[in-house]
């Protein structure tokens, strides 16, 4: 059974996103990507700096079987990246919502965040 | 959309946790949990992946070496006792591999085993070939099928089956006996030591669970996938096809010229390929850049593009290796096309590894 917090906004595409006390906003992939996933072997992240449109591709992860992209959730610049993922690719199946977040952005327009799916609804759509 | 075919071990499968896939039209595990922990399993203990889903076809009749060396681009001849097996591809009139498969010279003439994914097309083909022979086909889809492999695959299978233990020890690679209604061979797909039984599906369960308690692991095909291609070998569909030569998909070792009167399907045209220098041979790359190799990308070399036929991320050397076929010509430093990145690989000499360590330089 996949683990979705509570406290946390989702998109369709697995990506989960939780705002900081600055406003900014950190992105990963939730529980239920990194089970359908299988073990993660490599991320590719994003720069710093970069600019994107909600439902870019932002970076990759590859597990052994396949790869994936990730997608910017929401439009924004990245003022962020997690520099230990791409030495620890394990920790996205082992800490998706902590340790393994992906990277960071400043919305460009902060009432982006009002359309995404809450908990409930995101547990909805996998079944959870 | 018809139905997703079971083997005999199917509820073994959820007992143990497997995530079950569609594979081949079959219903199979992928794994029971990592894939990664499966195949270092293998590495270095003991795993057991249920093939079942595999084809075992009989051939027997007063024709049946005659036929097998028409159908089979290496020569049965070599079989000369009982137990041997021979790996061969089967080739159509275009010389392109229909199938790899396994053939084993038996008391009753031969067995063979075909591919999951090939069997409609592999049998029709068969039966095809055999109405100017006085041979006849027997399917034995009655037949689970069990790869038991890592370097104590041999001593826990013993262990759990000890009937068994004197059949095993007289076997020696690449052999295969029958014992009784089972079948017991040395023989496997991941560059270990092990074997592949092959036995009654209604007996099938009991041995899984004999073999779990002996400390043998439940391990899903996609630890089979990242083994063989550690080790090498071949997987239809990717390394070949029916538009792909055994001499451009590295299986020209498989290829038996002499004698050279023996008219095997395919032999013209692979023969004139041969004379002429094929134009594509098959190597084994190591990713130096980032990412990860996988089937469909593109490789350039100074001799031309070729393509990778499988890729992944090695669990047992933690970076990516990959087939691939590319001009003959190709050496040294290659790139390969990843996501739109060229990254640098290394054309190195298969297998990348064996009894769990690192072969190539």
Same mark, same amino acid.
């Given at each position: 059974m996949s683990n979705v917090p509570a406290e946390l906004k989702y998109v369709d595409t697995?990506?989960?996103?939780?705002?900081?006390?600055d406003g900014t906003v950190t992105i990963g992939i939730t529980?239920?990507?990194? &089970?359908l996933l299988g073990d993660v072997v490599y991320v590719e992240l994003p720069e710093v700096g970069a600019n994107y449109a909600a439902g870019d591709t932002a970076g990759v992860v590859e597990s052994v079987k396949a790869a994936s992209d990730i997608y910017a959730p929401i439009a924004g610049e990245v003022v962020a990246i997690n520099e &230990?993922?791409?030495n620890a690719p394990e920790s996205a199946n082992s800490d998706p919502y902590g340790e393994a977040w992906f990277f960071r952005v400043k919305p460009a327009n902060p009432a982006d965040l009002d359309g995404l799916l809450?908990?409930?609804?995101?547990?909805?759509l996998i079944g959870a | 959309m018809t139905a997703l075919q079971r083997t005999p071990l199917f509820e073994a499968h959820v007992a143990a946790g497997g995530k079950l896939?569609?594979?081949?039209?079959?219903?199979?595990?992928?794994?029971?949990?990592?894939q990664l922990k499966e195949h270092d399993t293998v590495r270095s203990d003991a795993g057991v992946f249920d093939v079942s889903h595999m084809t075992v076809v009989d051939v027997t009749g007063p024709d049946a070496t005659r036929y097998l060396q028409h159908l089979l681009a290496n020569d049965v001849a070599k079989l000369g006792v009982e137990g041997k097996a021979l790996y061969s591809g089967m080739l159509n009139q275009r010389g392109g591999v229909i199938d790899d498969l396994i053939v084993y010279r038996t008391a009753w003439d031969y067995r063979v085993v075909v591919n999951a994914a090939t069997r409609t097309k592999d049998l029709a083909w068969m039966r095809e070939q055999a109405?100017?022979?006085?041979?006849?086909?027997?399917?034995?889809?009655?037949?689970?099928?069990?790869?038991?492999?890592?370097?104590?695959?041999?001593?826990?299978?013993?262990a759990a089956k000890p009937e068994l233990a004197a059949l095993i020890d007289s076997l020696q690679v690449f052999q295969g006996l029958p014992a009784g209604e089972w079948f017991v061979a040395r023989t496997g797909y991941t560059g270990e030591d092990g074997l592949e039984i092959m036995l009654p599906g209604n007996e099938a369960i009991a041995f899984w669970n004999a073999l779990l308690v002996a400390g043998v692991a439940p391990t899903g095909l996609g630890a089979r996938d990242t083994l063989r291609l550690e080790a090498g070998m071949n997987l239809y569909g990717h390394e070949m096809d029916d538009h792909v030569s055994p001499l451009a998909a590295g299986m020209g070792w498989t290829v038996a010229w002499n004698p050279p009167e023996r008219d095997f399907i395919g032999r013209k045209v692979i023969e004139a390929e041969k004379a002429n220098g094929p134009a594509f041979k098959q190597v084994g790359l190591v990713l130096e850049g980032r990412g990860v190799l996988r089937a469909g990308q593109i490789v350039k070399t100074?001799?031309?593009?070729?393509?990778?036929?499988?890729?992944t991320f090695s669990p047992t050397l933690k970076l990516s290796i990959a087939m691939a076929r590319v001009p003959s010509a190709a050496a040294g430093t290659v790139e390969?096309?990843?996501?739109?990145k060229l990254e640098p690989a290394r054309i190195v000499k298969m297998p990348f590894v064996r009894n769990g360590k690192q072969v190539f330089e």
């Open positions: 697995h990506e989960w996103l939780r705002v900081e006390a529980d239920h990507a990194q &089970e &230990e993922l791409p809450d908990a409930a609804g995101y547990a909805a | 896939v569609d594979f081949a039209g079959w219903e199979l595990p992928i794994h029971y949990g990592s109405v100017t022979f006085h041979v006849e086909l027997t399917e034995r889809p009655e037949l689970a099928m069990l790869a038991i492999q890592g370097p104590q695959a041999i001593a826990k299978t013993k100074s001799a031309g593009d070729g393509v990778i036929t499988s890729g390969v096309d990843i996501r739109g």
